[in-house]
T-cell receptor
């Protein structure tokens, strides 16, 4: 079956670092995406990993281990505006379908 | 600036009504998608289209149909709305096969 697991909620402090984990079991794999979704808004693309390792983009980094079916999103120097849901998504082998996790709601407190 | 627009932000319909949700993208993307988003379940794919007049079922197509007569427009149709179709509906598009998706603002549909 297809399954993507991520924690439901996390809380972190402004200025800190937070790591949001994602594990997946899918029939095919052709890349992993992270999206950010603020309450009441559309998801927006954050990062993409297709090979093992770390991809860094400013305050955001994403890591992938294909052998472990594992990814994480690392957010540094947290800001209040980072309070949002973070969606982990896996693209299937054919390339059209993307399976989304339920999302992790991150609360950043002062 | 890339843009995906949806015809309504909020919609209230009665059980049994036929409902049309429209999505338009201005990025000349080949691929378009319809998802519904429910608390605790994440985004679930209803239908997608990789070309004009082409459509493929997603994971939960029952009770829905789609139409893509023009490249920029992808419509979702609820043939006979039911209360279990109350949800947030999100449209998305992407360029190359499997590249990141751009989402519209969503339509919150309530069926009473």
């Amino acid at each position: 079956g297809q399954n993507i697991d991520q924690p439901t909620e996390m809380t972190a402090t402004e200025g800190a670092i937070v790591q949001i984990n994602c594990t997946y079991q899918t029939s095919g794999f052709n890349g992993l995406f992270w999206y950010q979704q603020h309450a009441g808004e559309a998801p927006t693309f954050l990062s993409y990993n297709v090979l093992d390792g770390l991809e860094e983009k400013g305050r955001f980094s994403s890591f992938l281990s294909r052998s472990k079916g594992y990814s994480y999103l690392l957010l540094k120097e947290l800001q209040m505006k980072d309070s949002a849901s973070y969606l982990c998504a896996v693209r299937d082998t054919g390339g059209f379908k993307t399976i989304f996790g339920a999302g992790t709601r991150l609360f950043v407190k002062a | 600036d890339v843009k995906v627009t949806q015809s309504s932000r909020y919609l209230v319909k009665r059980t049994g009504e036929k409902v049309f949700l429209e999505c338009v993208q201005d990025m000349d993307h080949e691929n378009m998608f319809w998802y519904r988003q429910d608390p605790g379940l994440g985004l679930r794919l209803i239908y997608f289209s990789y070309d004009v007049k082409m459509k493929e079922k997603g994971d939960i197509p029952e009770g829905y149909s789609v139409s893509r007569e023009k490249k920029e427009r992808f419509s979702l149709i609820l043939e006979s709305a039911s209360t279990n179709q109350t949800s947030m509906y999100l449209c998305a598009s992407s360029g190359d096969r499997g590249s990141e998706q751009y989402f519209g603002p969503g339509t919150r549909l309530t069926v009473t």
